[in-house]
């Protein structure tokens, strides 16, 4: 993987490929097939059903007359995922991507990152990293109703000051990796920060696309995350509303910096 | 201790709750000796601002006694009289440290609801919803400081804690507005809106050099004060055509600089007033925008809109065509106060500038919600009630 100049997270399609038909062969002619059959079903019925049949009949018919459709379009992977699945064999990958500027020089910031224990500082979803040696961590997420998932990853690649990659080993529960580059924003003004997290969404093309469709919410975290990052190396403490000091929540002992981890508006 | 909270649209009570502590070491806890209630809230009252929960503690403008500090906090100390900038910055991060503490990156540990409607997460304010990082506000017998040493600021001598209340909100509110509006000596300012805010805005545009401030308005009584106490030339709406009258008054030329101090829930006339408010109450759009109109529409070629009332969402009919082809610049945002306090109570001390006379109504904080009603309805010529728990 090209860390320096890999694809952008957020391009959405291949070159030439927002409007480029992608309805095609078999799947064209079922898609013309099934509109026909369903708009002239629901033509002779009646009621609520009968409209619906129309409706539905109509898209697909227009699916197929234009080979063209927004909807799988809008659930094909990014040429980045596709690049990534493709590299490291999996059936498909999903990206979640954040950048950040933190006042911070460079170095500070990669040392932070570099110990992974201090991950579970700032990322809410993650219960604790523990380092196995300098290039292995153990990672333990937090699941609804008490449930955890962890799994192990080894270090891919270190630049000093300017990347950290890391990959999950082969028996993880969902394959993963991720990369982290660090570089000096402009005009003095701290660090620019692009985290990348990839990993094989489990159940293949549907888990792909349930990921995809719920994708506002995982890379909102992120972005709240790296906030929180930003909170930490800025200001010493991490923002919160809460009007009491936190009873200890983490069973990991406290480390001297982090004073609270606050709650958010998400319940 | 007890708390003004908010249960439901145009729902209050006073509460007890449990008093708050020191969470983070910068952190600093304030007893409370006075806290206002302030226009802005009125959004929040109404419903206007979304996310808020009953229970949620109101109150943003506000002096106090410093009871307890964090370990981290070096220029306070317990028994400091001392007021606090209601816009939470951090200090540290790159707005900050420019001065920009209302864009301040770090305050607001809900973040993600701003960055979701507006494309960045906004600085945390005291009492003042979720989005805005759900802190607990004012009204209440103690309230939490984040951040103690960037904002909140101890009240020199020789000035009044009926004075230094204001300077918490309203009056670097209005300064903000006047600073922003980039007033030259010998401009002709408008403000309309003639409420605290507006009020510290004309007294602010003439201490920035404005040489007459036209005040707009429709209470009589607001009226009266921005002309005796603050020297505006006041206009009511209601009963002159405000786009004819600003052109009598300045020559035909308009005014170089005009200030919105009203915000989104703007009373117009006519169909106007009817149009938006029907589109408001069914959730079309979040914003009546009657006086930001006729602002733009008033403002000579080339001049400044300045905007200090506080819209939400979205505003409907919003005349670009103006701004383009009059080459107006349009300015705004929430009050960066911790740049300008140490300013403001010099003009106080030096008796250039006195907000005092915005206190109409000081009472209990039990009669948090009566004191609400007296606001919004402006009964008895309320200006400001202020709490005193």
């Known amino acids: ?267 | 201790m007890r708390a003004l909270t908010w249960q439901a649209p145009n729902r209050l009570s006073v509460e007890t709750l449990p008093d708050p502590g020191i969470v983070n070491p910068k952190d600093a806890i304030l007893k409370v000796v006075m806290s206002s209630v302030c226009g802005s809230d009125l959004h929040l009252l109404d419903g206007y601002v979304p996310t808020m929960h009953p229970g949620d503690v109101l109150g943003h403008e506000f002096l106090g006694e410093v009871v307890e500090t964090g370990a981290a906090v070096t220029g306070l100390k317990k028994g400091d009289r001392a007021i606090a900038i209601s816009i939470i910055g951090c200090g540290e991060c790159g707005y900050c440290s420019e001065g920009h503490f209302n864009c301040c990156d770090n305050s607001n540990p809900n973040g993600q609801q701003t960055e979701l409607a507006y494309g960045y997460s906004c600085a945390g304010i005291f009492g003042y919803s979720h989005a805005f990082g759900g802190y607990a506000g004012s009204h209440a017998t103690y309230v939490r400081v984040p951040y103690a040493d960037v904002n909140l600021f101890k009240v020199p001598d020789g000035v009044s804690n009926e004075q230094a209340v204001f300077v918490s909100d309203a009056a670097p509110t209005g300064y903000f507005g006047a600073d922003r509006a980039d007033i030259q000596r010998g401009d002709t300012v408008a403000v309309w809106g003639c409420g605290g805010v507006g009020q510290m805005a004309i007294r602010s545009a003439y201490l920035l050099g404005a040489e007459r401030v036209i005040a707009i308005d429709r209470f009589a009584d607001r009226l009266r004060l921005a002309e005796e106490k603050a020297g505006a030339i006041p206009l009511d709406y209601t009963r002159t055509d405000v786009h004819e009258a600003l052109l009598e008054l300045t020559g035909g030329r308009g005014p170089d600089r005009c200030i919105d101090c009203v915000g989104m829930e703007a009373h117009g006339t006519g169909i106007e007033q009817v149009y938006d408010k029907a589109k408001q109450q069914l959730r079309l759009h979040t914003e009546r925008g009657a006086a930001l109109r006729q602002a733009i529409r008033a403002c000579r070629k080339n001049g400044t809109v300045s905007v200090l009332g506080v819209y939400g969402g979205l505003l409907d009919k919003f005349p670009m065509g103006a701004i383009v082809n009059k080459a107006l610049t349009l300015r705004s945002g929430q009050q960066a106060g911790q740049r300008y306090v140490p300013r403001l109570f010099e003009h106080i001390q030096k008796g250039e500038l006195d907000p005092s006379y915005l206190l109409t109504h000081p009472m209990d904080l039990e009669q948090g919600p009566e004191g609400y009603h007296l606001f919004k309805q402006k009964a008895q010529n309320c200006m400001r009630a202020v709490f005193l728990p």
């Open chain 1, 1 to 267: 993987m090209n860390h320096d100049h890999p694809t952008l997270v957020s391009t959405r399609h291949p070159v030439g490929g927002s409007d480029q038909p992608n309805v095609q062969g078999l799947e064209r002619i079922a898609s013309l097939v099934t509109g026909g059959v369903l708009l002239g079903h629901g033509l002779r019925s009646s009621g609520l059903g009968g409209w619906l049949q129309v409706l539905l009949g109509g898209l697909a018919l227009a699916r197929g007359t234009t080979g063209r459709c927004p909807a799988k379009r809008a659930l094909t992977p990014t040429p980045l995922e596709s690049e990534l699945a493709e590299e490291n064999r999996w059936s498909s990958a999903k990206t979640l991507s954040r950048s950040i500027t933190i006042d911070k020089p460079r170095t500070e910031l990669y040392r932070f990152w570099r110990d992974f224990s201090n991950l579970s500082r700032f990322m809410t979803f993650i219960e604790r990293v523990e380092v196995l040696a300098s290039d292995r961590a153990h990672w333990v997420a937090r699941l609804p109703m008490g449930k955890t998932l962890e799994w192990t990853t080894r270090l891919t690649e270190d630049r000093p000051d300017e990347l950290l990659a890391w990959m999950s080993e082969p028996d993880a529960p969902i394959r993963n990796l991720g990369w982290v580059s660090f570089r000096d924003a402009p005009q003095g003004k701290g660090t620019e920060i692009k985290a990348v997290i990839a990993y094989e969404p489990p159940a293949g093309k549907l888990g792909y696309a349930l990921a995809q469709t719920l994708d506002l919410l995982p890379t909102m975290k992120a972005a709240q995350d790296l906030r929180r990052l930003k909170q930490l190396m800025e200001t010493g403490e991490i923002a919160t509303n809460s009007t009491r000091p936190a009873t200890v929540r983490r069973p990991v002992e406290p480390s001297p910096t982090v004073f609270h981890h606050g709650s958010t508006g998400v319940h």
